[in-house]
């Protein structure tokens, strides 16, 4: 069978197993739709969760960011990885004791208010819309290089599958889809990466091979030490070394982290299990299952790392693999013959007088109308031209992006077919997993939360649900624009943006919910707004309105300022609550008995 045959059968052997899921597991009802009838095992919820956070950005952009930038990438492998542990220790045990919904719904009754509710649903809706942003983009990359189409008619091809399964399964047909996907992608993502370990390793574990020794050449020696070699003598930066300061480092990591214990579509997984007890065993399953794609992923972008230098660098372009000219034709790379030899260089800044490695000028390659004549189409040596004017600056001639790394790397090294088949599956698995979490979110954050409990109390079950639908609909056709037209280079950054907004707005309010009975309904909301305030106002004025970087906040980049916001919210929060009256009684009551053990009998002196 040829290449595309397998990726056919592949993907399409998995759209039928999720289909035929979510129709199995169609929503009947509120609860349905909501929680999925609260009765999901912890087994199939840690792994339903653990596919919901392995987003594209994880599975498609974070090995390509380690990839390109090395040891600064740790950043998002820290910050996610010990988001989640915050998240499951400190949150979601006493928010399903509480027994609500959604994350709004909490802050609506722990604030006694509707307009907590309120600004609620509005944070719930920003962050989602960033993330799924994202994710829109990582499902429009993998169809793009799957069909030879352009991101765009990608990107509509996966949000028209997302709304089929999302919208008519709701949470129950997501959870049951989500343990699929997860299956999928875990070997989608392991099995190439013990293939290439062997290959240039000679190690069939991944991990011991980033750390053992690289075989693939004429001499043994350390693959770090490789690896740094081989990007120093291009004019880029060690592998092993950091490039960010220590307080960009230290910001992002922080961001995520936080940010991770307030990512509301992450949350409402824990709704679905039985019970508190049930909740922390469920916990434990999804750290393992994520460690399974985490540890892996380091070892996945160092890998892609080599191949990419060694299959590239120096190789006349009529001699390029295969797979560098399909990259090519869907404008997922590209080459600029600068000093006009037919043969590709990739160099670092190092290389140039002016510090770039910039190929052309703009953010990303643009092409001459299909109707041009071929030789403003096709150049000389058949590589398809730019209609960008080429950085004659520096010597570097070849571009790509970083989220085509992990789809690449089993092509870079000659991988059997259908490992290749796996891996397009896992890709989309991974971007149409937290696609349609965060739709549910957003979906139940205005049927339920805006409809339901501040506009029309009176809506029954079925026009609830309706309105969730229409909620969906609506909701991926902006993110289907953004996805199209994203707000960053890379999917990875874009969602870094997200978890500074769920830093800067839920989790400061949901953490002093829990465990602060003093805080009151004008504190909470006032600390909420100005976080996500500032922090939105911030990306928007360096990502999108040209603020230059000498003008950064203590040098912080935009992907780490939802830690500013975040100790803003906090600050607020207890200001305004300390000149303002305590909660009612009941609500100090509420907040105490979430802190007590089921079973157990209401505290009193002896």
């Given at each position: 069978m040829t290449q595309d045959q397998l990726n056919f059968l592949f993907i399409g052997i998995s759209f039928a197993l999720y289909i035929w899921i979510a129709v199995k597991s169609r929503a009947a009802s509120t609860t349905d739709y909501y929680t999925a009838g609260g009765g999901v095992s912890p087994l199939a919820n840690g792994m339903a969760t653990a596919a919901d956070w392995m987003s594209a950005a994880t599975f498609i952009s974070m090995a390509g960011t380690v990839a390109i930038s090395g040891y600064d990438a740790s950043r998002f492998l820290m910050g996610w990885t010990g988001g989640f542990v915050l998240l499951t220790?400190?949150?979601?045990?006493?928010?399903?004791?509480?027994?609500?919904?959604?994350?709004?719904?909490?802050?609506?009754?722990?604030?006694?208010?509707?307009?907590?509710r309120g600004v609620a649903v509005v944070c719930a809706i920003f962050i989602c819309m960033t993330y799924i942003m994202g994710q829109m983009r990582g499902v429009g990359v993998v169809f793009s290089q799957l069909f030879g189409?352009?991101?765009?008619?990608?990107?509509?091809?996966?949000?028209?599958?997302?709304?089929?399964?999302?919208?008519?399964?709701?949470?129950?047909?997501?959870?049951?889809?989500?343990?699929?996907?997860?299956?999928?992608m875990a070997f989608a993502y392991t099995i190439p990466a013990v293939f290439i370990a062997i290959a240039l390793t000679n190690n069939f574990i991944p991990q011991l091979g980033l750390i053992g020794n690289f075989t693939a050449g004429p001499e043994t020696v350390p693959f770090l030490e490789?690896?740094?070699?081989?990007?120093?003598?291009?004019?880029?930066?060690?592998?092993?070394?950091?490039?960010?300061?220590?307080?960009?480092m230290f910001c992002i990591t922080a961001a995520l982290m936080c940010g991770t214990a307030g990512l509301p579509h992450v949350i409402v997984r824990f709704f679905t299990v039985k019970s508190v007890k049930a909740v922390r065993t469920s916990a434990c399953w999804t750290l393992l299952f994520i460690a399974v794609i985490y540890l892996t992923a380091p070892t996945i972008g160092a890998f892609a790392r080599v191949n990419l230098i060694q299959k590239l660098n120096g190789t006349n372009y009529t001699e390029a693999p295969a797979w560098f000219q399909e990259f090519e034709t869907t404008g997922q790379m590209a080459w600029v013959d600068k000093n006009n030899d037919g043969k590709i260089q990739y160099f670092g800044p190092a290389k140039s007088e002016a510090g770039t490695a910039t190929v052309f000028q703009g953010a990303a390659p643009t092409y001459p109308a299909y109707d041009a004549p071929?030789?403003?189409?096709?150049?000389?040596?058949?590589?398809?031209?730019?209609?960008?004017?080429?950085?004659?600056?520096?010597?570097?001639?070849?571009?790509?992006?970083?989220?085509?790394?992990?789809?690449?790397?089993?092509?870079?090294?000659?991988?059997?077919?259908?490992?290749?088949?796996l891996l397009m599956a896992g890709c989309i698995a991974a971007a149409l997993s937290t696609a349609a979490g965060?739709?549910?979110?957003?979906?139940?954050?205005?049927?339920?939360?805006?409809?339901?409990?501040?506009?029309?109390?009176?809506?029954?079950?079925?026009?609830?649900?309706?309105?969730a639908r229409i909620a969906s609909f609506m909701a991926l056709v902006v993110a289907t624009y953004f996805g199209i037209n994203p707000p960053s280079a890379f999917i990875a950054k874009t969602v870094a943006f997200a978890f500074g907004l769920a830093a800067s707005s839920f989790f400061p309010t949901l953490l002093i919910g829990i465990f602060s009975k003093r805080m009151n309904r004008e504190g909470a909301m006032a600390g909420m707004l100005?976080?996500?305030?500032?922090?939105?106002?911030?990306?928007?004025?360096?990502?999108?309105?040209?603020?230059?970087?000498?003008?950064?906040?203590?040098?912080?980049?935009?992907?780490?300022?939802?830690?500013?916001?975040?100790?803003?919210?906090?600050?607020?929060?207890?200001a305004v609550s300390s000149f303002t009256p305590a909660p009612p009684q009941e609500v100090q009551d509420m907040v105490a008995s979430i802190h007590i053990p089921s079973g157990a009998a209401d505290a009193s002196h002896h």
């Open positions: 220790i400190l949150m979601v045990p006493y928010l399903r004791k509480f027994g609500k919904a959604t994350v709004p719904d909490f802050i609506g009754d722990r604030y006694y208010s509707k307009f907590a189409i352009g991101i765009p008619a990608g990107v509509i091809i996966g949000a028209t599958i997302v709304f089929f399964y999302a919208g008519l399964g709701g949470m129950k047909g997501i959870t049951y889809t989500q343990v699929a996907q997860y299956c999928v490789k690896l740094n070699s081989i990007n120093t003598e291009l004019g880029f930066a060690e592998y092993t070394s950091g490039k960010l300061s220590t307080m960009n071929e030789d403003q189409r096709v150049g000389v040596n058949g590589e398809r031209l730019l209609a960008n004017k080429a950085d004659e600056s520096n010597p570097n001639e070849l571009w790509f992006g970083n989220d085509i790394m992990v789809m690449a790397n089993p092509s870079m090294a000659n991988l059997p077919k259908w490992v290749i088949a965060l739709l549910l979110v957003l979906s139940t954050s205005i049927s339920h939360d805006l409809m339901k409990k501040i506009i029309k109390p009176e809506l029954s079950d079925k026009e609830e649900v309706s309105y100005v976080g996500i305030t500032f922090t939105i106002g911030y990306i928007l004025y360096f990502q999108f309105l040209g603020g230059h970087k000498e003008h950064l906040l203590f040098g912080i980049e935009p992907e780490g300022i939802g830690f500013v916001g975040m100790l803003l919210n906090f600050a607020v929060s207890f």
